[in-house]
């Protein structure tokens, strides 16, 4: 009894004590249930029901890091208040038939849709993957839906209208595309879009508001002259996009100064709702799937939070999160929260921790 009458006074200290740092514009955060399995580079996505929130995880790769460790599992969280009073419940799994790392989805008219990823085989060889599929919240069954013109993963995906899902840039097969796809889902054709205007990237991270959008950072291939081998680095590059408006294939590329500190590999990132977008965590060492860099190096993650104002052209800073975290394929964000669902986070330890946080007002970066 006194545990539970402790228990009760100490979440209502907490939740007036975080609404309090809300209105002064600290970022606060707040932990979920864990996912029943810990799992990293996940598609994550989130719907709001008329009963609720629906936030899901997909797809991944599991605590072996292995290639016999990719997984095709899914994972869906209900919540009839929209906090921490909901469970994580595994469902069917995403169809295909093998596991997959480097997905993406999203949300769009009610319901969720998973785009591609990467197969790896014993040898370490990998396959990009065409298809599509989405997933009806009601029934909860998978239906395939209409396949990549070019397969991608690890792109950047946005949505605009509550329609268009756009891809944008990602690794193909054997190297990156500058590719900007365009997928209808009203009638599930595909068109292509303003090709992306900078160095072709994987693991990038951005969002979109109204018509603006702006992506940051990922990775891009170098070529060394005199070698046939070649070299996986960061890119510092940062893109502003205008959709014009009355063209959705029509998007107005323009550079804009990088974000704060060094660049980085698989942040987490998606916009507000009130024209500005949020990027939290991601690496400054760009890794292989299971967390050792490129360069030989394990990689680690970041805990810092800063934003892009759309309209100022700006960048604020949030100050950081408890846990560092990297190897993200979105950030959910409902009533102001933003879900930060497992990753990878130090010593490139696979988890299955669950948490939101609202950024707060930001401060000029430093």
């Not at 609720?52 to 290639?67: E, N």
């Not at 070529?223 to 590059?237: D, H, I, M, T, V």
Request: hydrophobic letters at 40%.
């Amino acid at each position: 009894m006194r545990a539970s009458l402790f228990t009760s006074v100490f979440l209502s200290w907490f939740l007036l004590l975080a609404a309090v740092f809300a209105e002064e514009g600290r970022l606060v955060e707040e932990a979920l249930p864990a996912l029943p399995e810990a799992v990293s580079n996940n598609a994550v996505a989130l719907l709001v029901g008329d009963d609720g929130i629906h936030l899901y995880s997909m797809l991944g790769l599991k605590s072996g890091k292995t290639w016999q460790d990719t997984s095709s599992e899914a994972m869906h969280y209900f919540s009839v208040k929209g906090g921490a009073d909901g469970t994580w419940q595994k469902i069917e799994s995403v169809p295909g038939g093998k596991g997959r790392l480097a997905a993406s989805a999203v949300a769009v008219g009610g319901e969720v849709y998973v785009f591609g990823g990467y197969t790896v085989a014993a040898d370490g060889s990998e396959q990009s993957i065409p298809a599509v599929y989405r997933l009806q919240r009601k029934s909860g069954q998978w239906q395939q839906f209409t396949d990549m013109p070019v397969s991608v993963e690890d792109s950047m995906l946005l949505v605009y209208q509550d329609r268009y899902i756009y891809l944008v840039s990602g690794w193909h097969d054997l190297g990156n595309v500058n590719l900007v796809q365009v997928l209808d889902t009203v009638n599930g054709t595909w068109q292509q879009a303003t090709p992306w205007p900078g160095e072709p990237v994987f693991g990038h991270a951005g969002g979109i508001s109204g018509r603006r959008l702006v992506i940051c950072d990922g990775v891009r291939i170098v070529y060394e002259k005199g070698s046939s081998g070649r070299k996986f680095l960061p890119s510092r590059a940062c893109w502003f996009g205008e959709i014009a408006a009355g063209n959705f294939r029509e998007i107005r590329w323009q550079p804009v100064a990088p974000h704060p500190g060094l660049p980085r590999y698989r942040m987490a990132a998606a916009d507000d709702g009130s024209g500005r977008v949020i990027f939290a965590g991601g690496s400054v060492n760009p890794y292989n799937f299971n967390g050792i860099g490129y360069d030989g190096v394990p990689a680690q993650p970041e805990a810092n939070v800063f934003s892009y104002q759309l309209i100022e052209a700006k960048w604020e800073c949030h100050g950081a999160l408890s846990s560092a975290s990297m190897d993200h394929r979105g950030l959910p964000r409902h009533d102001g929260w933003f879900y930060i669902v497992a990753g990878m986070r130090k010593g490139q330890e696979v988890s299955s921790a669950v948490l939101r946080f609202k950024p707060g007002k930001g401060q000029p970066c430093r």
